[in-house]
């Protein structure tokens, strides 16, 4: 198997010399057995079987950092996926996001194993209390010395639901609806209910907190109630830096409203400056900064010494692919089951009604190439829905700083098929290389995340709607 | 002030020689500037202003595993105590249980940072979805290699009802009813869900886990639904190691149900041994052996080289004494306000049909002494509700041996009034006289928690309630 023509991006000129914008970089993980790469866990340098030790964890941190990354983003779901063959069996056996343990609790331990790098934390706003979860991500943002991201979803999966309350999903727009509610709660708990400085543990004064600083959060919406004031004090960022990554119409203008990074997944750069120039656009048109969302795009990387090493490498990872995993995992994105069809047929053999929809990006390639159901899921269980970038450290910076020229993102979301060999690898090979090219923007000890990612101070900036909710510090 | 005359048990004969039953010792914490000793975070060697940064935590958790303790208990409640002058005033000046950290997620970063002690976290079985609680420990369960316990509680506050989605409290017995099916769900998430070694990884058969050892959980209760297969495996314990403290009948019988160990407080050895005796009846009533359940007495220890040095801190301490936050606190657990009312006073003229019963405690006190709520204060300041320990090292291990001989508990639930300088003082001066003379029953590494408090196996035992929710393994 190989990445899919075009994968690279064959619709763009190469990147203008001198082009260096220095970029960012975000680890892109989850505590599971297989994250985007079914099968690769198989891999003779896998450790993922690990994964359940907290060792593992801490000690891909320090990786991680050691190679100039901002960021360690763990994602999460709440539910098995349970599409394909109408059951969890080809899930099950593959280890597809299954077991997946809660990120948030390994957060803390893995930022005392470091001293730069910030942790994104994937907590779902549909089903946490928003009372709680300030508290949980106040924590985590104390305990870290202001490193910690929230990955804001709103859980897109039945099975989720159905486990945790609810009969069925809340429709996806309602979903959102009761986000920004959320939203709003909770940057009253974060920026409006204790005011900064306001625990200050004064002996002569026999003060912990002055209680005129010390606000009730008062929300009384249609869905929410938080009338009293939060558990706990702000952290070091007061709303933790917060991530999105909404695909839908919705689901970006939520980001819009929120986020403060975002992530881009596309095959090509084509596809990437599309959704780079909407976000700014989008932000501007909402009197936003057109730079105040930093966009990461993922990208799966397999380099080794040289060319022909790396492709040699790809082509290994090529016997380990789990079919039935991954169309288990194709099927849970999609809601589409192509169980007991031909894996091997030609798509137009097989394609239905039901999944005409969802195979439309492989049926329409524009290169002309005949796709089968193996080849769906080969392209999946490499690289996700991005590109593999496949070379010598030369090459993959070369690709990398190509991207970042024709796509303008702020960086990259660095997924690795065989964990954690990928990451370590791209730590000890490419960051070297971009560390030699002044590419690679670095965060700084004794920051806090939102200063390393974005350049400015500790606390939601002005234009942030959250900002409208501080009281005086 | 000292310690109130009878809260040394009086009432009792001394000790006989000889009696030297080994006993556990588990530490009384919480996330927060005042536990249970409002205003002593005032005192010179209070270090609790640093009760927000992970670095406290993790001293601390190895201070008490040096001193040979089996166990670092976390309190928490979820919302303000606001009843003491109608409102979160004297709570919020005096630190009192506010600001409160979310215990959990320190709790792997303790871990790494100890090898014997176990974790007691507290959590609302009230507040958390049963779904996601089980993942939640489950990981801590992983990540602490079986070193976690779950501290069930229900949540008695008014103020944290109306913050998380309720606009009362659910009634008492309600809530207890609410509980004993949350924890069906959860027994069938940690022992019915995942059987243990199905999660496997076994590269020749391509198989992470085996399908025909996952199954739905399959509950359909009247309050909690959760159709579906666990998110994750058990960890090294399958249930957490179950702590419980329920005072009320309600709350004693669910206890006989469920804990594997509780907390006994009260201010003479006659009391606890009532609490005691009742407990071992009780659970073989319930078919449970009549030692299935550790209980630990909570103690305050104020220890130095000799009795008098002793005594001369203990008179220290009360310089620092908060009276209007320890008012603030009794009345959060009494849901009295003695706010306005004269604080010195004898209690007789200040008590009012509201408070009468509240107060019964002191204005019955059968040593016929004269209370004034500054007294009450200064009782609940130091030592909260159980007895205060003052003396040389040779003096706490006459008392602690004394309280074990006469009462039969497994141990002591050790609670510091000075912040962390108490639990320091203990394992530098009192651990080391219990180890001289034998008594103390240490932790023992590489093994889990229930098998460090019970002395039996890693798993729930054959006559616990959760045994039968068992799938063979």
Known sequence: MTAPDGAAAPDVAPAPDGAS????LSAFEMMTPVHQSPGLWRHPESRIAEFDRLAYWTRLARTVEDGGFSALFLADVLGLYDVYGGG??????????????????????MAAATERIGFGVTASVTYERP???????????????GRVAWNIVTSYQDSAARNLGLDRQIPHDARYDLADEALHALYRLWEGSVEPGAVRFDRAAGVVAD???VHPAAVAGAHVRVPDAALTHPGPQGTP???QAGAS????????DHAEAVFAIGPT?????RFVDQTRAGLTEAGRSADAIRVLAMVTVVVAETDEAAAQRLAGYAEHVDVAGALALWGGWTGVDVAGLDPDAPLEHVVTDANRSALAAFTEDPSGRTWT?????????IGGRGPVIVGSPETVADELQRWQAETGVDGFNVSAAVRPADLERFAALVSPELRRRGVLREPEPGRTLRENLSGAGPALPADHRGHAFRTAG
Chains 1, 2 share one sequence.
């Open 21 to 24: 914008t220095p970029f960012l």
């Open 211 to 213: 209680p005129d600083r």
């Open 241 to 243: 830096y917060l991530f």
């Open 269 to 273: 750069p084509a596809h990437v400056r």
């Open 131 to 145: 009372y709680l979860l300030a508290r949980t991500l106040a924590t985590l943002d104390h305990f870290t010395g």
């Open 88 to 109: 969890i069996e080809a899930t099950v056996r593959g280890g597809v996001q299954w077991p997946v343990l809660d990120p948030a609790v390994a957060v803390p331990a």
């Open 249 to 256: 119409a919705r689901g970006r203008r939520f980001a819009l």
């Open 373 to 381: 159901l193996r080849d769906v899921a080969e392209f999946v269980a």
